[in-house]
Each structure stands twice: as C-alpha cells, then as structure tokens.
C-alpha cells in the first residue's frame, strides 16, 4: 500500500489524572511523555486539587499514512474531507459518473438481458456500482497505479469494473475473452499486472493451468459465476473474489469511512493527474504480437467531450452494444453516450436480429462486418420472395441508389482528387442537370420508402444512425444504406488515437470517405519515402496529430519512435488523401473530407514492381454472394492470387439456378466451385487495373477461434498467408 510516515506532536490539558487515562490507553504509540503544572496567574495553581490543572506534552512515534488516489469530481468530497481542492469538472474519466447520476438519476443507463442474473440499473445504481467497486479493490490491497488485467467480454459488469478500477487510480489492462490462453499470458506478464479480473469460471478454468504456474497473481475476480466451479483448487494461496463479493466489501467501507471520526487521519487523498495512464489497451496484432497503448485520462476525454457532433444523441434515447468493450473504439463511445443520458441494450451476435426488431434502437455502433451482414440479409430475404416482389424491390433500390447518386451531385457531396474546379458556368449546368433528373426519380424513390423500406425499417430500428468504424465500409454497403434511409456514418480511427480521428458529420455524410477530423486534430499527407508533405488530392500516407494520440507503447520506446514523432505527429501507416478545396461544383461541400484506402503495410509488391493495394479488390469481389472470404495474395509473384472461402449455400444455389447440377443435387465439385468463381472474380473486380489470377479454395472460414480473425472481426492477412504458404506458392509453379 502507498504510505507516508508521520510523526504528531500533541499537547493536552487534564483538570483530572482519570480524564488523562483514556488519552494515554488510546491505540497512539507514545515514545516520550512529559508533565508540567498548569499555571494560573501569578498565584500559582488553582486549588482545586494537589495537582491541580496540568499539562501533558507527547510525541508519538511515526505511524503510517495510506496514500489512496481518486477521481477528482467523482470523489470529490474525500480530496475535501482530506484537505484537499476538489474539482467541478472532468479530470479523469471516472468523474462523467457524477455529472451523469445528477442529471439523468433515475434514468434507466443499462439494460444487460443475456446474462444471469439479468441486469437494469439506472444511473444513480451505475455511479454507486462504480464507487462500491472503487473502494471494493482498496479494501483488497489495490495500490494506485497498479495493473488490474481485466479479460472479459461485452456485459454491465465489465462497464463497473473498468470505471472502479481508474476510479481507484489502478491502471487495467485489458482484452476479451476469445483470445487464445498463449496471447492472454503474454499480455498479462508484459503488462506487470498484478491481479486477474475474469468473465466466468468457464473462461478462467480454460486459463489456470498456465497462469498459476507462469504467473504472479495477487487475487482473482470473477465477474459472473460462482467460486464453487473454479479449477486448481489446490491454489487456495490465490484469494478468489466474487464481482458480488467486491461490491459488498467496497460499500461496507464507504459505510464505515462516513460514520468514523479519523478516516482524514488514516488516508490521504490524492486526485488522480489528467495526463496519468488510464488504461493499457493491447493491439489487435494483424500484423505481429500486440504493442501496450498507454492511453491516458486526457486521451480518453477527448473523445468524451467531442464526440457530440458526430452522434448527437438526446436522453432516451436506445443504443445496442455487441462490440468488445475492451475495443478502443467501443470503449470510447460508451464513456460519450452515457454522458448523454441514453439507454444502452447489451446484446450479442446470435441475438442481434431479434434485438433490432425488439427494441428499436435509434443508433448502432458497430464494425463494418455487422452492417454487411444486415445488408446480406435483407438482400437474401428480398431474393427468396416471389419473382415480382423480387423484381419490385430491386428495381426500387436500383431507382433509389441511382435518385442518391444525382442528389450527391447537385448537393456538392462527391468526391474529387482534381485540384482544379470546374468553371461556374459548366457548375451550375452540371447542378441544373443533377437536380432535373433526381426530380424525376423522386416520386419512385418515395414510393419505393413507403413499399418496400418501411418495412425493412421497422426490421432493423436505426432511426437516427448506425456509426461505423474499426475497418472500411464496403462501398456498395455504404450506397445502399443511403438508398434505403438508413444513415450509416463511418469513422476513422487506431487504438493508438483513443481512437477517432475523423467521422461523417449527420450533414456532412460524403459516401467513401470517413468524413473531416474531429475538434482539434490535425492531418496530413506525407511522401512515404521522403516524408515530404504533399498538397490536397495526392496520395500518400496519413498522419494524425491531437490530444487523443497515446503517450506511447508500453515499455517499447523503439515501436514509440517509430510511430510518434517529435513534434508529436503520429503515422498511421494507412495509405490516403484529402479532398481539395472547390467553391463550387460537385466537390464543394466535400473540401478537406478524408479518404482512406488501405493500410501501408497491406501494399502487395509484384515481382514486376507494381504496386497493388489488396482491400480494394477484397472489397470488390465481396460483392459477389458465392464469396464468404478472401485474402489476395502475391507479394513478389509475377500476378495475384487469392485465398478463398467459398459460401457453400450460395454456391450451390447458383449451381442449381445455372444448371451446373442437378436440382436434387447437394454436392459441387471443386473443379466447379473454382469455375464459378472465376466468373464472379470477373464479373466483380473487372474496373481494377489488376486482375486476380490462381486461387486457392479453403473449406474452413477465417474466424477468431482459429486465430485468423482478430477479436475485432478482422482478417489476420499474416496468419492466413503463414497457414497456407505451401499451397499459395503451389499457386505459382
């Protein structure tokens, strides 16, 4: 525990020798004692008694002062109690708390349906959840600044946990719990962590061999379950404690501090500092093991407080939460919106269907791959409908994303690399034009609204937006969303920016781009071999700088250098450009948009020189409904190649429809499948200067169980490349 010694100098005055032996039998540690009459006048004693009125001067020995940090507004009547100058604003992230519980009190903050018990706390229980676990981890022997890892999925409890430990001043570390047990160890030891935060006795039984025999583990916590279905019983040195448990022990004290006279004189309160690490938040690892992004109070903060005109949301309203939490950019969004007095619904994957159409949210903040599978599932749904509802519907989509399209021109929302802007005159016939034909597509489009996407609508809630981020948005995605009324904001972002940096604004929604920066961050575009800066409109690569980049990687100074420079700018290693500036145009509400095309890294380099940049074709042979996955393949090869995951389903719909087989028929030779999806990879990728050449068909998709997805639902290209080496480069001969 953080200690100070003290040493007290005390003087009492007695009338009586009995009053004195209270004093002298209390649990202070006397080392000298001295006696002396008490004067009264010049007459000498009072004569009251032989004694009289005396004096007792004592010098204790040193005792022993508990140093305990808090969140300065959150807790502010300790830093008071204590001395202290108590803050009546945000100095870490905990305070939103606070202000959240005095202004939304009795506002149900949380709905957890899926787990056992099933939970609902208003604000006020949320912020007293947060306190009582604070104090809860105190009571255990949690120290400020310590790490807490906390590896656990999506649930109220990891919410309380997380805010109770910054709250004590602990540092969490954090990651879900479908990580393998090899990267969950490695994190835990790079890390220092000192304790164990768990989901459940079945994630933590999956992990104990290993941990208590390579690790140092203070105590454990399980954040749902019961102790009586833990492992390794023989490992009873390693104290387990219940969420339930630390929440009980965290309020007793509170309790207690309140009643006790001399709870100033056993603690001193100390705020925690804004520039402090607030968490460490391990990457994703696409590209190798994962660095420790130390993000701060002040990271976080920013995003807390400017984040509103990118979604703003009112009290009431309904969010669904799926992501990881421990996700930069779920995490951050969260902390926003519960500042904003809204409801958030947990929920997962397999549930996700069925909680759109029961709760209606008014927003979705999710990855790219959620919204492709609405998208693939409401375009499944329209194809196994009659021959005319089908061709119905379709053509209203086709009429609608055609209506947006000519909308876009004449709004000035289109985006441009061209430096120079066309003359007035051509403007304003290219405005004229642009605004004839979306009128005459205007009465289909209303039609089709009331037809075919109120229905759609009524399926899937999402009144107000659905907010992308974490990975590129499909383009064909993006337009169709639009086409139908569904307002699908897509953001930009890394770990490593706590995490947004640019987003579509709800009037600035400009299709294929992630939209401007967010309040004070700057971008720029840099010459990846010379650094140069480059003009609007050249692609290079991106940097970033802003009070939301990281203080850097944990105990990795050379990874840090290599990331952040001195003037504090940090690369992204994401390739992109900037929209020019135009007055008028299609451009002209566009100027100063980003656009991002690929990660740096992800740059194919033919044998030819060539440089290829992968995810565009991905995307684009996404498109086609045989594809379940790819990877384009090729570095140093003389063409492209691809590994890919065929959708068997669809494969065989095709098959069946195109009379390859026969109607009765559950089996396509691979020979077949290979066919078709040549044709596909044609038909889809046919507007790309390169052209995908052999492929390498695979039976078992790319998921997280089997390492070759993220925890965030990205495809690791490293580990699939590593995996099928030998038939990729069987490819080739």
Not at 17 to 29: D, Q, T
């Amino acid at each position: 525990m953080a200690t100070i010694p003290i040493t007290y100098n005390h003087a009492w005055t007695f009338s009586h020798p009995h009053h004195a032996l209270s004093r002298f039998l209390s649990p202070c540690n006397f080392s000298r004692i001295t006696f002396s009459r008490r004067k009264y006048g010049v007459g000498g004693p009072a004569p009251s008694s032989p004694l009289s009125h005396f004096r007792v001067f004592c010098q204790s020995k040193t005792e022993i002062l508990e140093i305990r940090k808090c969140s300065p507004f959150l807790e502010s009547s300790l830093l008071l109690g204590n001395g202290g100058v108590a803050s009546d604003e945000w100095k870490a992230v905990p305070d939103i708390w606070r202000s959240s519980a005095e202004k939304y009190g009795n506002n149900v903050a949380l709905v957890d349906p899926y787990h056992d018990p099933p939970t609902t706390m208003t604000y006020t229980q949320l912020e007293q959840a947060i306190l009582d676990f604070a104090e809860g981890l105190r009571v255990i022997g949690v120290r400020p600044d310590e790490k807490l890892a906390l590896f656990a999925d999506n649930s109220c409890r990891w919410l309380v946990a997380d805010q109770g430990m910054m709250a004590s001043g602990a540092i969490n570390v954090v990651r879900g719990s479908r990580s393998s047990v090899e990267e969950l160890l490695q994190i835990y030891n790079h890390s220092e962590s000192v304790a164990l935060v768990v989901d459940n006795p079945e994630m933590f039984n999956r992990v104990a061999n290993t941990f208590y025999s390579r690790t140092s583990m203070r105590f454990i916590i399980l954040l749902w379950g019961e102790k009586a279905e833990l492992v390794g019983q023989e490992n009873k040195h390693v104290p387990v404690f219940t969420f339930m448990e630390v929440i009980d022990l965290g309020r007793q004290s509170r309790r207690a501090l309140s009643n006790a006279h001399d709870a100033g004189q056993r603690y001193i309160y100390e705020a925690i500092n804004t520039d402090s690490i607030a968490t460490l938040v391990y990457t994703s690892g696409t590209t190798g093991n994962p660095k420790g992004v130390m993000l701060t109070h002040r990271n976080l903060l920013h995003q807390i407080k400017n984040l509103w005109d990118i979604v703003p949301a009112e009290a009431g309203d309904r969010f669904l939460s799926m992501l990881p939490p421990w996700h930069a950019y779920e995490r951050a969004c969260e902390y926003f919106i519960f500042t904003c007095g809204i409801e958030q619904v947990y929920t997962t994957v397999r549930n996700l269907k069925d909680d759109l159409q029961r709760y209606q949210p008014q927003y979705l903040i999710s990855v790219p791959l959620v919204f492709e599978t609405l998208y693939s599932g409401i375009m499944k749904q329209i194809s196994t409908g009659s021959v005319v509802r089908k061709l119905v519907a379709l053509t209203f989509i086709r009429s609608s994303i055609a209506y947006m399209e000519y909308k876009r021109i004449y709004e000035g929302k289109c985006l441009t690399k061209n430096k120079k802007q066309a003359s007035y005159a051509y403007s304003m016939l290219d405005w004229l034009w642009a605004r004839t034909i979306a009128t005459i597509l205007l009465p289909l489009h209303i039609l089709a609204k009331k037809l075919v996407y109120s229905k759609i609508h009524s399926a899937i809630g999402i009144s107000k937006a659905g907010i992308s981020g974490g990975g590129s948005l499909p383009w064909e995605v993006d337009k169709f969303f639009e086409a139908i009324g569904v307002k699908v904001q897509n953001g930009y972002g890394l770990t490593e920016t706590s995490p947004v940096i640019a987003a579509r604004r709800p009037r600035c929604n400009v299709i294929g781009s992630v939209g401007h920066p967010i309040r004070h961050t700057e971008f720029k575009i840099v010459d990846s071999e010379t650094d140069e800066v480059l003009p609007p409109g050249s692609k290079g690569i991106l940097k970033v700088r802003g009070p939301q980049v990281m203080e850097g990687y944990f105990k990795n100074s050379l990874a840090t250098n290599q990331a952040l420079d001195g003037d504090g700018w940090l690369n992204t290693g994401d390739i992109g450009w900037i929209v020019p500036h135009h007055s008028t145009g299609r451009s002209r509400n566009s100027s100063g948009v980003i656009v991002v095309e690929g990660r740096a890294k992800d740059t194919i380099v033919l044998s030819t020189g060539e440089n290829v940049e992968p995810l565009e074709l991905e995307e684009a042979a996404m498109r086609s409904s045989i594809i379940q996955q790819i990877v384009v393949v090729g570095q140093d090869k003389r063409r492209l190649g691809a590994v890919i995951v065929p959708n068997k389903e669809e494969v065989l719909k095709v098959a069946r429809k195109l009379s390859i087989i026969d109607s009765n028929s559950s089996d396509v030779s691979e020979e077949k499948v290979t066919s078709l999806i040549y044709k596909e990879l044609k038909t889809w990728t046919s507007e790309s200067p390169f052209q995908i050449g052999p492929i390498l068909l695979v039976n078992e998709p790319f998921t997280i169980d089997n390492g070759l997805m993220t925890p965030t639902m990205k495809i690791r290209r490293d580990r699939v490349v590593a995996q099928y080496r030998e038939q990729i480069d069987n490819l080739y001969m």
